[in-house]
């Protein structure tokens, strides 16, 4: 079965600085990867998502990740970051294996701006 | 558009009783999700509906746990003589169309206490 990890339970940076949150996941087999955004008391928001072609992906609100097949990785960054953007993060996976369309999400990544 | 909605939005019930939550997805779409989120964890897989058909309930943890779309909108999570690991957010999603592409759609959540 799918498993995903976000290597980073908590990450802290200052506002203007740039993130990267890390993900792997568990197989290379074919597979749709996704980042989703939660702010508090609000459901998951889709950030990006790869399903083929250029390995990296552009997204909402200045996010990108790039999908590496061969280290099973799709790593979220963003070159500066605002107070606006504190938020949990979660990386997700969809098996085309899979009969269906579930996602597997990692455990989230809590990102917090600091001025 | 109205996105995904849920209600209610807080639960607090006692051990053993049982509760109904319900997901209101986007009108005329095809496949719905149930997923539980304990505190701390991102999402996990409940089951999947296409239609009014459940085709995966494999996430579900027990025979307690019972869900239904017998109209092919609305749905309904059942759970039956609550415990307190029950204690979680329930998000409900919902996508356009049946395919892994497809992107999800989120509602808010019901956060369930059990005490």
């Known amino acids: 079965a799918q498993s995903v990890t976000q290597l980073d339970s908590q990450v802290p940076v200052f506002e203007e600085a740039p993130v990267e949150l890390r993900c792997n996941y568990s197989?290379?087999?074919?597979?749709?990867l996704f980042w989703y955004v939660q702010y508090p008391n609000q459901g998951l928001q889709l950030l990006l998502k790869?399903?083929?072609?250029?390995?990296l992906v552009k997204g909402i609100n200045g996010f990108e990740a790039e999908f590496n097949k061969s280290q099973t990785s799709f790593h979220l960054r963003k070159p500066s970051v605002h107070i606006s953007d504190t938020a949990e993060y979660f990386c997700?996976?969809?098996?085309?294996?899979?009969?269906?369309?579930?996602?597997?999400f990692g455990q989230g990544t809590r990102l917090t701006i600091n001025p | 558009g109205a996105g995904v909605s849920q209600s209610p939005r807080y639960k607090v019930a006692k051990r053993g009783q049982d509760v109904a939550l319900r997901c209101d997805p986007i009108?005329?779409?095809?496949?719905l999700f149930w997923y539980q989120q304990a505190l701390g964890q991102g999402p996990e897989f409940l089951t999947y509906?296409?239609?009014?058909?459940?085709?995966?309930k494999s996430g579900l943890p027990s025979d307690r746990f019972f869900a239904e779309r017998p109209e092919g909108s609305v749905s309904t999570l059942k759970i039956q003589r609550t415990q307190q690991e029950d204690s979680a957010v329930y998000l409900c999603?919902?996508?356009?169309?049946?395919?892994?592409?497809?992107?999800?759609?989120f509602g808010p959540g019901t956060r369930l206490l059990v005490l």
């Open positions: 009108s005329g779409h095809v496949s």
């Open positions: 509906f296409q239609n009014e058909a459940q085709l995966d």
């Open positions: 197989s290379s087999v074919s597979v749709y």
């Open positions: 790869y399903l083929s072609g250029s390995t």
């Open positions: 999603a919902s996508s356009l169309d049946r395919g892994h592409q497809e992107t999800q759609y």
């Open positions: 997700a996976v969809s098996d085309l294996a899979a009969g269906a369309q579930k996602l597997v």
